[in-house]
């Protein structure tokens, strides 16, 4: 879980959409093709940070039971049976880069923020910091990340990640789980689009 948006390691501008947005589906799903890689040759790989043991910080295991049987091409870390957090990250981590070689790290987290921020999904290049929010000291993770502002900060972060509504977090895990499903459909497209284009360009270079 992170703190606040303050504590992303991005050079980018954040988007952000509210989950209640009717077009928020498709809009976190552009804004997560926007920040991927443009050659389609990487294996992507989502790391959902978080623990099943508190409402505030489930976002990303609930997202990552959402998605896991859903995706096709997108390689899924963290669940609710299986979470990744401050204990196994590290260890996660290091697996992850020794079983895909050279991947592209989509990081998922839970995040805390201002009021009017609460509800918000933010999507944004770079790494985040994940324990930040409980002053826990862990690497950054990811080559974008997507963060859902669940709280508020400022005050006892445990005890507001524990006091979190369940409801909130369950509805944001919804869109950003459709959002990352329809992202992964974009993606395979564009890259087949891609293969097409390419055996074309070499057909054409061949008859002439």
């Known amino acids: 879980m992170n703190l606040k948006s303050g504590l992303f390691h991005s050079s980018k501008i954040q988007e952000r959409i509210y989950y209640e947005d009717e077009q928020a589906i ?10 991927m890689p443009k050659l389609n040759i990487k294996p992507i790989v989502i790391v ?3 623990t099943d043991r508190s409402t505030g910080d489930c976002l990303g295991p609930l ?8 995706l096709s091409h997108f ?5 609710l049976k299986d979470p990744v957090h401050a204990v196994n990250l590290e260890e996660t981590m290091k ?6 070689r050279n991947p592209f790290i989509i990081a998922i987290d839970a995040c805390l923020g201002r009021f009017k921020s609460v509800g918000y999904i933010q999507v944004a290049e770079g790494a985040i910091k994940p324990g930040a929010g409980v002053n826990k000291e862990l690497p950054a993770v990811g080559n974008m990340h997507i963060t859902g502002i669940v709280n508020v900060s400022g005050f006892m972060e445990f005890l507001v990640l524990q006091n979190t509504r369940l409801h909130l977090v369950m509805n944001m895990a919804t869109i ?9 459909k974009k993606y395979i497209e564009k890259r087949q689009s891609f293969r097409k284009d390419w055996l074309k360009d070499d057909q054409d270079s061949a008859i002439h």
Do not use: P, R, W
């Open 26 to 35: 498709q809009h976190l799903a552009n804004m997560i093709i926007e920040n």
């Open 48 to 50: 959902c940070i978080g």
């Open 63 to 70: 997202i990552g039971f959402n998605i896991k049987d859903e």
């Open 75 to 79: 390689h899924v870390y963290g669940t």
């Open 95 to 100: 697996f992850i880069k020794e079983k895909h």
């Open 176 to 184: 950003i789980s459709k959002g990352v499903i329809e992202a992964e």
